[in-house]
T-cell receptor, first 109, second 112 residues
């Protein structure tokens, strides 16, 4: 089975940086996904890491350490529209995704 | 417009009734999935299909059934709804089972 932990809530100021951590214990690993979900909407894909290191995509970056069972999503130059839930999901050996409960990020002016 | 659609958008259902949630994608994706999302629990996989004609059980399959007669459609059926099945249901698809998943807009189901 999978055990995926991420903080429930985070608050940051517009223009700031926020780092959302995700730790996982898994019986197999085929990559880690981050999704963004605005309230009342569907999740949308942000990033995918399968090798250790940092993947940068504009204002968003994602990091993975397989040996530590750890990932983070870094949101830079925060904008009001970044207020959303951020879901960490681990892909197991059978290629199924297990999701964390999500981190709700609130961006304040 | 390419994408994934779900119907109905929302539904209130009496306990014991049968209900089918519809999901259609036009991206020719091989894999499709059904999740339920409950507050504090995140998305949990109900059933999946890696390709047309095959289906598999996810983390919480009890009380649900699926079929995959063709590539585009993946309906989810609740044979006899119970209040614990009140949730938001998301359908998703991916080109292959290890690729990023694209989610439909969701169906909000309330079982009374």
């Amino acid at each position: 089975g999978q055990n995926i932990d991420q903080p429930t809530e985070m608050t940051a100021t517009e223009g700031a940086i926020v780092q959302i951590n995700c730790t996982y214990q898994t019986s197999g690993f085929n990559g880690l996904f981050w999704y963004q979900q605005h309230a009342g909407e569907a999740p949308t894909f942000l990033s995918y890491n399968v090798l250790d290191g940092l993947e940068e995509k504009g204002r968003f970056s994602s990091f993975l350490s397989r040996s530590k069972g750890y990932s983070y999503l870094l949101l830079k130059e925060l904008q009001m529209k970044d207020s959303a839930s951020y879901l960490c999901a681990v892909c197991s050996n059978d290629y199924k995704l297990s999701f964390g409960a999500g981190t709700t990020v609130t961006v304040r002016a | 417009i390419a994408g994934i659609t779900q119907a109905p958008t929302s539904q209130i259902l009496a306990a014991g009734r049968r209900m089918t949630l519809r999901c259609t994608q036009d991206m020719r994706h091989n894999a499709m999935y059904w999740y339920r999302q409950d507050l504090g629990l995140g998305l949990r996989l109900i059933h999946y299909s890696n390709t047309a004609g095959t289906t598999g059980k996810g983390e919480v399959p009890d009380g649900y059934s699926v079929s995959r007669a063709n590539t585009d459609d993946f309906p989810l059926t609740l044979a006899s709804a119970v209040p614990s099945q009140t949730s938001v249901y998301f359908c998703a698809s991916s080109e292959r089972e290890h690729n990023e998943q694209f989610f439909g807009p969701g169906t909000r189901l309330t079982v009374l």
